[in-house]
């Protein structure tokens, strides 16, 4: 559908390059170079639960399309976001870096001009790199945008607070603001989620040279609620549902009603049909490869960036989005960082199956680097503490050592979506047991996640030795 041109980009500014420090681990001496390099395709939905796809447990929501990538692809069953709220999850799967590394853990962070991404990364492979969908992570254009962090092209949103509309009168084409008439005057006839889609669909049935990495990167089932009537109907009458009111009776329904001050008058089939969507236009990308006879060399992987919202309206408990997992998004907890992770690819992964490795964001700038044949030693500033799990992504996976996974969530004031000024959440995860510190001056609690998955018995008093370890790991990191 036609968009008019509204704003123009200015000329774009060289980025200085800067000297950096290679915190990569070693790669295997073993690269793809023999080998046809996968186009990658990485979609990310924006505070999807664990439990809200059929592939991971007993949720009402239909999700076909997600279900047979996991049964045809792997399913992973303890792999976690970057952080549990939007802007430090991306950039640490944007630049291969957990809290340890970034330089700031709050809702605010945006990426650096030194700062290196996955799609920098590629261009060393030399792959064709685009971006779709949601942004939010660079602060200023020319230095910090799409363009300027490895993307060859983009279509989207571009600030966090536009990622909050799932109807935009306006989004944005490589660094130029356009109009989408078909939302102006309180209409809705343009869903930004289906946009998106179909520019990925587009720029994937084009004639490639080069191998292509494409981030389709959703901004649903994240609050507001809102979806096409067509994925939403089934749903209707099938929930108990209350109306959220939003700013509709001038008093606001909840501290986000500010953000979302539209009422829905069927919060949760609203919500389940936003879900089915996404499914839905997930489904349409897989039969583009297909049709263009590229989904065997293909690479899906498809996440979320944190766990489930209860903005707007949203309900994660009705649903049990994060089960079995205690918490949500803005908790460290694992119903706040414990994501759903699905890689389907059908070259290398024949034989579906279920894989239990802990992992994280912060390992798929090393996954990638690996799988098209870059040594991240030669690649100048890049720093990940990230590691590949390449040697997992076959029908005959090599296992992965135990380490050190760690995240940190510092709250800012001013904002229902951060908190008070000075909080700071710290949590590790190292094999089966988990350490979670809910301030600087707060006791550190330690799981077992193999008996105790939902996180309710602390063994802290019981194993004097983790508690001291994980203590002493929050103190070295905490800020």
Known sequence: MPHTDQIS?????????????????????ETHSDAAKPNIVLILADDLGFNQIG???????????????????IRFTNAYSGNTVCSPSRVSLLTGRDGRL????SNKVQLRDIDVTIAHVLKYAGYDTALFGKYSVGSQMGVTDPLAMGFDTWYGMYSILEGHRQYPQFLWRDGRKIRIAENEGGRKGAYAQELFADKAID??????????????????PHAELAAPEEFVAPYRKIFDETPYSGMSTGEPADKYAWYYPEPVDQPRATLAGMVTALDAYIGRIVERLRKQEIADN???????????????????????????????????FDGGIHVPMIIHWPARIRTGRVDDTPWAFADVLPTFAELAGVSLTAVPRVQTNGIS?????????????????????????GDPNSGIVGEVFQAAREGRWKAVRYGLD??????DLESDPGERMDLSNQRPDLHQKFQELFETYAR
């Open 442 to 447: 707060q006791p550190t609690q330690i799981y």
């Open 389 to 413: 799990i390449d040697r997992r992504l076959s029908d005959s996976p090599q296992p992965i050592g135990e380490r050190m996974l760690y995240w940190e969530f510092g709250k800012q004031a």
């Open 9 to 29: 980009f200015t000329t774009r500014c060289l980025i200085t390059a800067c000297v950096g420090v290679v915190f990569a681990l070693p790669l295997r001496a």
């Open 298 to 332: 293909t690479l899906i992987l498809f996440t979320s960036d944190n766990g489930p919202h209860d903005e707007g309206g949203g309900d994660p408990e009705f649903f049990k989005a994060a089960a079995p997992y205690r918490g949500m998004k803005r908790d460290l």
């Open 102 to 105: 970034l330089h700031d853990n």
């Open 203 to 220: 720029y994937i049935a084009q004639q490639h040279q080069n191998p292509f990495f494409v981030m389709l990167n959703f901004s649903s």
């Open 55 to 73: 592939a991971y447990g007993d949720t009402p929501i239909k999700t076909p399309h997600l279900d047979q990538l996991a049964r045809n692809g």
